[in-house]
Each structure stands twice: as C-alpha cells, then as structure tokens.
C-alpha cells in the first residue's frame, strides 16, 4: 500500500523493465548494469517491500549488462493496473494508464524517481530519452506538476525510431536532484540520488 514505492516500481518496469509467459511461467525482467551494485540493491529492496518477493541478478558474460529477474502471476498482473502499451510494442508504447490527476502525489513522486534511474540521465542536466512519446510527455507533465519547466523535444534518427526528449536546464536539473534527494529519504533510506548509481 506504500504508493511511493509503487511508483518506484512503475516507474522503472516502464523504463527498463520486460516481462513475458511461458507456459505457466510468469517472468518479470529489470534490465541494469552489473556495475551499479548500489542502483541493483535497491531495486531489489523495493521489490521485496512491496510484493515480499525475492529476485535474483544475473550478469550477462563479458558484459556490463545486467537484469534483475523474478516470477509471479500476480505481479506480472500487476503492473496493468498502471500502465497501458501495445502487446510487444512496449519500447514504442508504453505510458501511464490514467490521467496524472487521478494518481497521489506519492505515487507520483515515486514513479519520477524510477523513470529517472531507468531512462534518465541526471549529470550537469537532466536527460530523458524514451521511444514512446505519450512516455515522455507523462514525464514532461509529471515535471509540470512539480513546478519545473522542462523542454520537450524530437530527435529524428536514420532507420530508427524517433527519441523523444525531455530536458531541464542546470539550474532546475540542481532542484530536480533535492528533489529526489527528498523522495529516497522518504522511502526510508539514509543516502542521496547521487549514490544510487555510478551512471548518473
């Protein structure tokens, strides 16, 4: 019931998150890096807070990829209660199901903090860069909502889909950063944005 971490969780399955079934297999895959051991830990815990669910990391051989990996009907169900996509076209479509109106706050929070460790980069700016347009325009009005202003932009590429970008300047990308910093306390852990990941 903690919506905070819901949205976490919302957040990151529509950045780097996958799921499928086989037979009578529900398996739900976090994508990641082998190398962001506090970034995977976290993920984890959170998922374990919500659904008391344990998930297993793998690496891929002589990659830095990697994915956090568990199995369950009920959370591979889940997920649909947020999000709405197009059957094996989640890249390209995945979104929020409803309004942003008809979601907490909590929630939101939440979920801007997952989809910024998932899709996002936060250095000097902050970055989002996602296939799915109605995505980015969820995390464009999600910054809205927040009193950010940020731009929102297309970049066409050769024999690809387009990216959708969301960006924010240094100076809001600074607030942005306190602003997450406030978010993961509120989940209950003692340490700040910048810590979670070696990529951001």
């Known amino acids: 019931n903690n919506e905070i ?15 499928y079934r086989d037979r009578h297999n529900y398996t739900i895959k976090i994508c990641s890096n ?8 976290f993920i984890q815990d959170i998922i374990l807070k919500i659904f008391n669910k344990n998930t297993s990391l793998f690496g891929l051989k002589n990659r830095k990829s990697a994915y956090i990996k568990f ?7 889940f997920i649909f209660r947020y999000v709405v996509l197009e059957e094996k076209k989640k890249t390209y479509t995945a979104r929020l199901k ?5 979601y907490t706050k909590n929630f939101l929070d939440g979920c801007l903090l997952g989809l910024v460790l998932s899709d996002g980069s936060l250095k000097q700016n902050l970055v989002f860069s996602v296939a799915s347009q109605e995505l980015a325009q969820n995390m ?3 910054l809205i909502k927040l009193k950010f202003s ?3 932009k297309v970049q066409k590429r050769l024999n690809k889909a387009d990216s959708y970008i969301v960006f924010l300047d ?10 997450l910093d406030n978010i993961i306390r509120g989940l209950g852990y003692d340490y ?8 951001y």
Request: proline share 2%; no cysteine; net charge negative.
């Open 150 to 152: 940020p731009t929102f």
């Open 170 to 179: 240094k100076r809001q990308s600074q607030r942005l950063k306190e602003v």
């Open 71 to 77: 199995n369950s009907k009920f959370i591979f169900n």
């Open 34 to 41: 082998i190398e962001d051991i506090n970034l995977n830990q």
């Open 98 to 102: 409803n309004n942003l109106d008809t």
């Open 140 to 142: 464009r009005d999600i």
């Open 5 to 19: 971490q819901i949205g976490v969780y919302v957040g990151l399955w529509l950045g780097d998150g996958t799921q």
């Open 192 to 199: 700040e944005f910048m810590n979670l990941s070696i990529l």
